[in-house]
């Protein structure tokens, strides 16, 4: 069976079984854009004191951080003791923070900081023992409390709180939700006579993105960072199907920031962290200490154009465009105010090589300026690509303004003439097929004549009858993949511009008319989920594999558009080489095969969503080799799953193919 389906119809069924992207949430003025600032844990562990505070408080304003937003620091674990006072209050360690927590938030307001303090929703903080309290079963007197020592922030953990098995430091399958205390601090925070940031610390437990914004200000996606580069990929592919949630008053976290921990990443390394970071609208957070960073780490952290981009007030979150596993690059890209774009390409190898932005993956054709942020260049002008050199672990990092929507070609820009002949070059194609609408827009309307078309790729000239008075005229036209195609139209005058569609893709369900191989299995699923044909496939281990039959119109290069199922989250392996990624790969006709590293996709909980999240389809498309006119095997399958990959492909919905 096939079936035709555009990416917004796809879009709008999601949409009906996931409900609205952007959920209630809590309207209180605060975090209209993501918070920034300094927290003690990523450099001091647990073990926190005044002096350290004071000291990176000071550094904060001396280096011109808090003047550009690095406001709020946060005492993190260890600041606390096991007992409350006789009143039931909390209160510090008077050995590490002699002059008391209210005094060191006049402190840091005398400043022009803000103080965030540090909680627990279990019964113990984290870093635990020796034990600190925590506030489950005193939410409403630490709220007052927090608001008595004039806190603007609260960040609250999930430490010790798991009552029906004994209250466990850390628990990745709780026996319940850790929704409702986390609801319960936000109830008594909001009744206080004082606005206070709430930092949701619950680690993705539940997928706070879908209750979350309700209750507080940000979330935590996933597990702690840590300080190994192989965390940034584990992070940013927990992030893909949470891109959509963030917004003004609610930003999912990514975690505190690695830069400028004393050998930990490099410094390209440093500039993809914290780009991503930025465009994908976490809050930031300096987790190192200020004074004695290297000079290039501190430039990384006031680069004014990377926090614009954090800061823009749309408040929209870059999202995942294409990934090239084998290659080791991707394409990361979403709006900013004044129609201007953010694209990031990372790439994942540790060489430098000259890697290519094709500008209509992130949805445009063109740029009037393209700025390349961390190389501080600027280009005029930019055609259909872009091409720079990028570090080993580098991004490419940039903003494009004036711009033109993918597809459009004006010929001022596009086109040369010479005679009765305009080729209009270079022309982005993304698959091979002769099902291309072109467009043809005169400067006026035509006289009747003929004019002919040739793209100097597959097929033959096309001839066209163009009709008196036309102001425009269309026909279907050949193209091959890739972005250096020319257009050459022969016959006509005052073409004031072209436009190109791409066909439509014809759509194959896995679960049905597929040949299987070994442990995959169909599956169906409840109505509204495993979008866009309801079922799937399950069970595609490395032995196994699912063969879809198309049939083919031209030979060469196919992009596929594949819905995926992926919620294998990575909880306790996330300390090791857990990546939250599955793998996949794609051999069309015996070619060699694609590989994608296929992202979580489950939008919800993995504990107590229907499915566990395994209903949840995402999309991520990809170019094959190997097409022949006619019948042809393409074969999903995970290659390579023996061999240090996960040994799981990914659920499979479907496949487009744009022929």
């Not at 992009?559 to 793998?583: C, H, M, P, Q, V």
């Amino acid at each position: 069976m096939v079936i035709r389906m555009t990416a917004i119809a796809f879009v709008s069924l999601l949409f009906t079984a996931l409900g609205s992207p952007i959920h209630a949430r809590l309207d209180d003025g605060l975090a209209r854009t993501p918070q920034m600032g300094w927290n003690t844990y990523n450099q001091y562990n647990c073990f926190p004191n005044e002096s350290i505070v004071h000291e990176n408080a000071e550094a904060l304003v001396a280096s011109g951080l808090a003047d550009i937003g690095y406001r709020y620091v946060t005492i993190d674990c260890g600041w606390s003791v096991e007992d409350r006072l006789p009143d039931g209050t909390l209160t510090w360690n008077e050995t590490l923070f002699p002059q008391g927590f209210p005094a060191l938030g006049r402190y840091l307001h005398d400043l022009g900081l803000l103080f965030g303090a540090y909680g627990d929703s279990g019964i113990l903080l984290c870093g635990s023992p020796p034990n600190q309290t925590g506030s489950l079963y005193h939410e409403e007197i630490d709220a007052r409390t927090f608001a008595e020592w004039e806190v603007d922030s609260l960040k609250y953990d999930n430490c010790y709180s798991d009552a029906a098995t004994n209250y466990p430091n850390v628990n990745y399958a709780p026996s319940t939700s850790p929704h409702p205390r986390f609801a319960n601090m936000s109830h008594y925070l909001q009744s206080q006579n004082r606005p206070i940031l709430f930092q949701i610390c619950e680690w993705g437990i539940d997928f706070p993105a879908l209750w979350a914004p309700a209750l507080g200000h940000s979330w935590r996606i996933g597990n702690d960072i840590i300080p190994h580069w192989r965390s940034i990929f584990r992070t940013l592919n927990q992030a893909v199907p949470q891109t959509h949630f963030a917004g003004p008053g609610q930003w999912p976290d990514l975690d505190m920031l690695l830069v400028g921990l004393d050998g930990v990443l490099s410094v390209p390394q440093e500039q993809t962290h914290f780009s991503m970071w930025a465009v994908l609208k976490s809050p930031l957070v300096i987790g190192a200490a200020i004074g004695g960073m290297r000079a290039e780490s501190l430039d990384i952290l006031r680069n004014e154009d990377v926090i614009s981009f954090n800061q823009d007030a749309r408040g929209e979150s870059a999202r995942l465009k294409r990934r090239w596993s084998d290659a080791g690059y991707e394409v990361w890209s979403g709006p900013l105010e004044g129609d201007r774009v953010v694209a990031a390409l990372i790439n994942w190898s540790d060489e430098e090589r000259e890697l290519t932005l094709d500008l209509p993956d992130v949805g445009i054709q063109f740029a009037g300026e393209l700025r390349n942020i961390w190389r501080g260049e600027v280009e005029k002008d930019v055609k259909t690509s872009y091409s720079a050199s990028v570090e080993g672990h580098g991004v490419m990092l940039v903003e494009l303004s004036e711009t033109l929507p993918v597809g459009v070609y004006p010929s001022e820009i596009f086109a040369t003439t010479n005679g009765q002949s305009t080729a209009f070059s270079p022309i982005y194609a993304v698959t091979s097929s002769h099902g291309y609408t072109l467009d043809i827009i005169f400067s006026q309307p035509s006289t009747a004549t003929n004019i002919s078309v040739t793209t100097g790729s597959i097929g033959s000239r096309v001839s066209i009858s163009v009709p008196s008075g036309a102001s425009s005229v269309s026909a279907l036209v050949p193209l091959t993949a890739g972005s250096g195609s020319t257009i050459t139209i022969n016959g006509a005058s005052l073409i004031s511009s072209i436009h190109l569609i791409p066909p439509k893709p014809t759509y194959y369900p896995a679960a049905q008319d597929t040949t299987l191989t070994g442990n995959t299995t169909p599956y169906a699923c409840p109505d509204l989920f495993c979008l866009p044909t309801g079922a799937k496939l399950k069970n595609l281990d490395a032995d196994s594999t699912a063969i879809f039959h198309v049939t083919s119109t031209t030979p060469g290069s196919k992009y596929l558009e594949i819905d995926y199922i992926n919620n294998e989250i990575a909880f306790d392996s996330s300390w090791g080489w857990g990546s939250n990624s599955r793998n996949l790969t794609i051999r069309v006709n015996n070619e060699k095969p694609v590989r994608l590293e296929i992202p979580l996709s489950g939008q919800h909980s993995e504990l107590f969503g229907p499915g566990q999240g395994w209903y949840d389809s995402g999309r991520l498309g990809v170019l094959t080799d190997g097409w022949r006119v006619g019948g042809n095997e393409v074969v999903f399958g995970n290659e390579g799953g023996q061999a240090g990959f996960s040994s799981w492909a990914p659920d499979l919905v479907g496949v487009g193919v744009y022929d």
